[in-house]
Every structure is written in C-alpha cells, then in structure tokens.
C-alpha cells in the first residue's frame, strides 16, 4: 500500500515538476519579445509629434503588429545638457534635443558611443524677444540684462545666439554676450518675461511660448533663428547611440515609423493636433491659438532637416567642436541619406 502511494506521489511530482517546466518556459517565450523604449522630451510644441505618438499610442501599436511587448517611458526634460547626460548615462535610449546639443554630443563621443541624428521634429523659428523697450538690436544688450536660454553655451538659442552674435562684433567675440545668459526652462522664462520683475529682460524661446510672450504689448521680438541662418531651420532632432541602432534595429524602425505618422496627422489634423498638445502638456493656451501657430507657414512638422549644416560648420570655425563634419549627413544615421536635408 506504502509503495502504491509512494510510486503515485513519484508520478505525481514529476507531472507537477514537468508542467511547471513548461509553465516557466512560456512565461519566458512570451516575454521573450518584451521591450523598454525610455525617450527624452522637453518643453515646446516643436515636440508636437512626440506627444501625437504618445496620445495616440502609435509606438505600441506599431511594436504590438510586429509581435513586440512594447513599454513606452516618457522622460520630461529641460535643456539639452540634461538630455545630453540622460542619454550618456543610458537613463533614456531616445534623446530629442536642439541642433547644438546633438552636435555636442556627436563632436565628444566620435569613435566611441558615436551619438547621431536620426530624423528631424520640424522647421519652426526661435525668436529672441526682450521686455526691455531700449534694447532693439544685440549691440543693445547691456551688463545689466539677463537672456534665458535652455540650457548656456549647449543649447540651440545658445549657439544661434553665439552665431548672430558673431556677425555682429566678429567671429573672435562670438561669445560676447554668453555671460548674460541664464539657463532656465521655457515656460519659466516666459512668465518671467511677461511679469517683468525678475532679472530676466529676454529670452530666446520656441514656439508655442514666444507666441505667447508678444501678446504681451511690453515684449517685442528682436530676431529670429530665421534671420540668422537666412531661411527656415529645423532647430531639434532626435537622436541616440550607436548601440540603438546595432542592438534595436527593429525599433529603430518603428519609432521613426511612428514619427512620420504623427506628422502626416499634424499636418492633416492641426486642431486636434493642438488639443493633444493641451492633454498632454496641460497647457492653458486655448485650442484656437495652439491651431493658428501649428498652421502658421513658418512652421512645417517633417522629419527632414534643413539648415542643420551651417551652424554646425559654424561651431566648428570657432572651435565649439573639435570634429569638421563634411556635411550634414557626418552627424546623421547613414539610413538619413534617402531624404534631401541639409
């Protein structure tokens, strides 16, 4: 009787034994294809398509249609130097920062984590504008005023800045006047701006916060990234390291996948467009002026870049970076040649 029980308890545990192999090696085979993508945002309606992919869900259903277990992380930043670091210290796999920053990125880690450009969020102005009423040219800036930037000799406004600047006094001043600016986020500087009673007189913003300022009657405009480049400039890319490319090609794919879809639906679609921006940012603009700005014909949302090249070859002539890229494709995924950017 022993022997019956003990020859049933035998089988009875080497079927358990077997169907938790088998439980364990599907849990296993189907989590096999999960995956984390952690992406950098920051502050602006430049990064309008990025918060399309997120409220629309567009990543995950992509990731879910080629048999992917896909978790999307979203990182809000401010200033490129932050973005710059997450994506060093491999806190985020997608960083989305202005043109300077990702040139920064690219000039330090040559040959080594070889951080490049994958696509661009779009074609959109940066405006320098003051509430100080004296102040109608750079050459007008004095000891005194303070200009916000994101982030102080790294991001985008910074270098324009440094650019303009450098037309102004000459190529050996080019930062003349970065000892007057101060980094501090978007919708920081802005309300500091329109309030008037801190120390900051200027800020070299983005849409939709310089829209925003000047409706204030004490704010003008002093220049645009426009003027300083002679044309339309696509100020922020999306970029990352080399090992994204090599170890996730597939969502590599999907991501940019998702980035053109976004933009045909902002393109298509701008007043829904801009209340995805309201749901996401909880921005308190109302939906009729996110519209107008998203429709303005100085702005054009593409993944194609435009006008990167000039102020990278500009950095370079005042040795900002120590690398001289050929052209705009140097800092660029070789995947990016199949579009005619600049």
Known sequence: MLSRLSTANLRISVIAGALAIATSTMTMSENASAETLRIAEQYGLVYLPLHVIRDQGLLEEKAKAAGIDLDVEWVQLSG?????????????????????????????TRGSLDVKA????????NDLVTNNPKIESLKDFGPGDKIAVPAVSVSVQSRLLQMATAKVYGEEQYDKLDDLTVSLPHPDATAALISGETEISANFSNI????????????HRVLSSYDIVGGPITPTLIYAKSSFYQQSPQLYQLFVE??????????????????????????????????????????R?????????????????????????ADWLDYFVDDASRWEGS
Do not use: C, M
């Open 258 to 299: 998702a980035l053109e879809d976004a933009d045909r639906f902002i393109n298509a679609h701008p007043e829904q467009s801009a209340e995805i921006y309201r749901r996401v940012t909880h921005s308190k603009l109302d939906t009729a002026t996110l519209e107008s700005i998203i429709t303005d014909p100085k702005i």
């Open 208 to 219: 939709p916060y310089q829209y925003q300022s000047l409706e204030d009657p004490d704010v």
């Open 301 to 325: 949302f593409t993944p194609v870049p435009r006008n990167t090249y000039p102020l990278a070859a500009f950095l370079y002539h005042v040795g900002a970076i120590r690398n001289q890229p």
């Open 118 to 125: 994958f696509a661009a969020l779009g074609e959109f102005p």
């Open 80 to 108: 490129g130097a932050n973005v710059n670091s997450a994506l060093l210290s491999d806190s985020v796999d997608i960083a989305s920062a202005g043109v300077g920053p990702l040139l920064t990125a690219w000039d330090r």
